[in-house]
């Protein structure tokens, strides 16, 4: 079994930073793509950035220029850098991977989500 972990999520101000990480555990053989969602309060869940096992990176437009994703590989981690927040970056974030836990087997899990928000 596959666990995901978020941490780093919090308050902050507009304009200010916050780093959130994933961390995965259990039985892990590789893992391909990795991305953070989120869902704002009314909003549908969207993809905020993905990063792939090669590290090619793609961004909602919204973000671009402000969020920064990236992996360790090593640790099984993902982090996203969060620049210049605004109120509207208001929402629980989830980080997805896509893991092979057995040869020839893939499966996508999910952390729980984290809390951002960003408010004066």
């Known amino acids: 079994q596959v666990q995901l972990v978020e941490s780093g999520g919090g308050l902050a101000q507009p304009g200010g930073s916050l780093r959130l990480s994933c961390a995965a555990s259990g039985s892990i053989l590789r893992i391909n793509d990795m991305g953070w969602y989120r869902q704002a309060p009314g909003k549908q869940r969207e993809l905020v950035a993905v990063i792939s096992s090669g590290g090619t990176t793609n961004y909602v437009n919204s973000v671009k220029g402000r969020f920064i994703i990236s992996r360790d590989n090593a640790n099984n981690t993902m982090s996203l850098q969060m620049n210049g927040l605004k109120p509207e970056d208001t929402a629980v974030y989830y980080c997805?991977?896509?893991?092979?836990?057995?040869?020839?087997?893939?499966?996508?899990?999910w952390g729980r989500g984290t809390l951002v928000t960003v408010s004066s």
């Open positions: 997805n991977m896509e893991v092979t836990w057995r040869w020839g087997t893939r499966g996508d899990y």
